[in-house]
C-alpha cells in the first residue's frame, strides 16, 4: 500500500506559478509511473503529467505542454509538478496517483493507477 500526501496548491493570479508536491510513505520501484491529475467542478479528472520512475520519461497533455514540467525528487519519493504561466482554466483539484505497468496508450487515464493522494487545490484568478 503506498499513501501519497500532496502539498503546494493556492489561489495565484493567471501568469502565475506554482509547485506541487507529492510524497510517498513508501519507495516507489522503477516500474512506478507517478502522475498528476486534475478535476474541475463538473469535469471529469484528466491527466495532466507524468513520470516513469524508470528512465524519468515524461508525458504531458496537450493542454499543459510548455507550461508545466513533472520531475522526481533524489530519493524518488516525492514528485513534483512546476506550474508556470498559469490560466484560470488550470483551476482544479490536483492528484498526485500511482501505478504500475501502465500501458503507453494509456498513460494518462487515471483508471490505470491505483494509488491516490487527497489532493491539493489550485486555483487561478484572471
Known amino acids: 500500500q503506498v499513501h501519497l500526501v500532496e502539498s503546494g496548491g493556492g489561489s495565484v493570479q493567471a501568469g502565475g506559478s506554482l509547485r506541487l508536491s507529492c510524497v510517498a510513505s513508501a519507495y516507489i520501484d522503477i516500474n512506478y509511473y507517478m502522475g498528476w491529475f486534475r478535476q474541475a467542478p463538473g469535469k471529469e479528472r484528466e491527466g495532466v503529467a507524468v513520470?516513469?520512475?524508470?528512465?524519468?520519461?515524461?508525458y504531458y497533455a496537450d493542454s499543459v505542454k510548455g507550461r508545466f514540467t513533472i520531475s522526481l525528487g533524489n530519493a524518488k519519493k516525492t514528485t513534483y509538478l512546476q506550474m508556470n504561466s498559469l490560466k484560470s482554466e488550470d483551476t482544479a483539484m490536483y492528484y498526485c496517483?500511482?501505478?504500475?505497468?501502465?500501458?503507453?496508450?494509456?498513460?494518462?487515464?487515471?483508471?490505470?493507477?491505483?494509488?491516490w493522494g487527497q489532493g491539493t487545490r489550485v486555483t487561478i484568478s484572471s
Open positions: 513520470i516513469y520512475i524508470g528512465t524519468g520519461s515524461t
Open positions: 496517483a500511482a501505478g504500475r505497468a501502465v500501458p503507453r496508450d494509456w498513460i494518462l487515464e487515471s483508471r490505470c493507477y491505483n494509488f
